[in-house]
């Protein structure tokens, strides 16, 4: 797969643990790229890297804010993620409950 595919993937954007760490700090509000890479020990090219590639996967919007800009939470394509995790959840629910179904006639 094409490196360009790959960054606009949102499993791919969420594989990184620094990406998830970014989308939570997100999740309370808008951030300047300063005040979001004060947090880490990365540099703050680093965290830029890390936030364009969220923005490519359309999780992050950056807004220009003066010379700087600030970034905010777009959790939209977030459904595709639980739309796959749910898949899980339903296989899992149907196994336990043949499982308990199981364990009650023994």
């Known amino acids: 797969m094409p490196r360009s595919a790959l960054k606009a993937d949102v499993f791919h954007a969420i594989a990184d643990p620094t990406r998830r760490t970014i989308l939570d700090r ?3 509000g808008p951030v300047r790229v300063k005040d979001l890479a004060a947090g ?3 540099s703050r090219p680093a965290i830029s890297k890390h936030l364009k590639l969220l923005c490519d996967a359309e999780l992050v919007i950056a807004e220009p804010a003066g010379r700087e800009r600030v970034y905010r939470l777009q959790g939209a394509p977030l459904q595709q993620v639980a739309g796959w995790i749910d898949a899980y959840r339903t ?3 149907v196994s336990l409950d043949n499982l308990k179904e199981l364990m009650e006639k023994s």
Do not use: D, P
Request: proline share 0%; no cysteine; charged share 20%.
């Open 26 to 28: 997100l999740r309370q």
């Open 40 to 42: 880490f020990e990365q």
């Open 91 to 93: 296989h899992w629910q």
